[in-house]
C-alpha cells in the first residue's frame, strides 16, 4: 500500500494495483479504480486529477450559493 498525502487531512492510498482508497481524518470517505496496472507515477498523477475533480465538484456544489451578511443566505 501506498499512501499520496494532501492538504486537509486527506489521504489517497493505493494498493499498488488497481485500487485507491479516499480517506479524510483516517475515515474512508471514497474509493475508486482504474482498468490498467499502474506504475508508481502515473497512480500519484490519477490521485491528484481524482482529488482535484472532488474539490472542483464541491465548489460548483457550493457554486448556486450567495451569503449577503451573517445571517442571510440565498441559494
Known amino acids: 500500500m501506498i499512501d499520496f498525502l494532501y492538504e486537509d ?10 485500487t485507491f ?12 479504480a482504474e482498468r490498467e496496472t499502474l506504475t508508481m507515477e502515473k497512480a500519484r498523477l490519477i490521485a491528484d486529477e ?3 475533480d472532488m474539490l472542483q465538484e464541491e465548489m460548483l456544489d ?11 443566505q440565498y441559494a
Not at 489517497?12 to 488497481?18: A, F, H, L
Not at 482508497?21 to 475508486?32: A, Q
Not at 457550493?62 to 442571510?72: P, Q, T, V
Open 9 to 18: 487531512d486527506i489521504t489517497i492510498t493505493w494498493d499498488t494495483d488497481k
Open 21 to 32: 482508497v479516499v480517506c479524510r481524518d483516517g475515515v474512508t470517505i471514497n474509493s475508486f
Open 50 to 52: 481524482w482529488l482535484g
Open 62 to 72: 457550493h457554486a448556486d450559493e450567495m451569503y449577503f451578511g451573517e445571517d442571510e
